[in-house]
Nanobody, 123 residues
Framework: QVQLVESGGGLVQAGGSLRLSCAAS????????MGWFRQAPGKEREFVAA????????YYADSVKGRFTISRDNAKNTVYLQMNSLKLEDTAIYYC????????????????WGQGTQLTVSS
């Protein structure tokens, strides 16, 4: 059982930056591909970014490509989401998720989820 805890959400102005973190309880964290998803009010959960076990492969949703960067530190059992040039439409609850290899854009393939952290982007 992998427990995931997100942190770093908050209120930020449009154009600003924020970094989300997701800490995993699992000692074998490096065996899991990780993903970030988000869900805005009234909308379905959507893919944001994913990273392979080693960190060598990364995927992004078109809506965040060039603005967000996913990374991981396997020594710290943590995955990050650096978010720059934030837009109003980035407002959502952000969830991290874990799955055994390979990484994926599809939330249905992830086995473990965090509780989510709220990001609100204001004008």
């Amino acid at each position: 059982q992998v427990q995931l805890v997100e942190s770093g959400g908050g209120l930020v102005q449009a154009g600003g930056s924020l970094r989300l973190s997701c800490a995993a309880s699992e000692r074998t964290f490096s065996r899991y591909a990780m993903g970030w998803f988000r869900q805005a009010p009234g909308k379905e959960r959507e893919f944001v970014a994913a990273i392979s076990m080693s960190g060598g492969t990364r995927y992004y949703a078109d809506s965040v490509k060039g603005r967000f960067t996913i990374s991981r530190d396997n020594a710290k059992n943590t995955v990050y989401l650096q978010m720059n040039s934030l837009k109003l439409e980035d407002t959502a609850i952000y969830y991290c998720a874990a799955k055994q290899a390979p990484s994926s854009r599809y939330y249905g393939e992830y086995d473990y989820w965090g509780q989510g952290t709220q990001l609100t982007v204001s004008s």
